[in-house]
């Protein structure tokens, strides 16, 4: 059974940083991969960054530089570390992982192409 649990967000102001974590159970590296993804109200959920179990990584290019994505080695926590926050970056954030081939074909970039198989709740983010 998969459990993802979010937690970190809150109201930053514009500049400022937040480090958002998931906890996760039930998840087995070798057949995973693990992303965070965003949603604003009336818009699409959009992938914000990927993360492999060979450790390789990848942000969107709204992201990139700002956001780094990382995970523990069994999978049990994924983080995201966001720096010079901005209003656009407003969203609840939702840790996501996928289980089968599309980790080891597509690597950190499975958040592009594959849906997710299992999501967190989701945690808030307010950049004013």
């Known amino acids: 059974h998969v459990q993802l649990v979010e937690s970190g967000g809150g109201l930053v102001q514009p500049g400022g940083s937040l480090r958002l974590s998931c906890a996760a159970s039930?998840?087995?590296?070798?057949?995973?991969?693990m992303a965070w993804f965003r949603q604003v109200p009336g818009k699409e959920r959009e992938g914000v960054a990927g993360?492999?179990?060979?450790?390789?990584?990848n942000t969107t290019d709204s992201v990139k530089g700002r956001f780094t994505i990382s995970a523990d080695n069994a999978f049990t926590t994924l983080d995201l570390q966001m720096n010079s926050l901005q209003p656009e970056d407003t969203a609840m954030y939702y840790c996501?992982?996928?289980?089968?081939?599309?980790?080891?074909?597509?690597?950190?970039?499975?958040?592009?192409?594959?849906?997710?198989?299992?999501w967190g709740q989701g945690t808030q983010v307010t950049v004013s």
């Open positions: 993360i492999n179990s060979d450790g390789s990584v």
């Open positions: 996501a992982a996928h289980r089968g081939w599309n980790c080891r074909m597509l690597g950190a970039r499975w958040y592009q192409v594959a849906r997710p198989d299992y």
């Open positions: 039930g998840l087995r590296p070798s057949t995973d991969c």
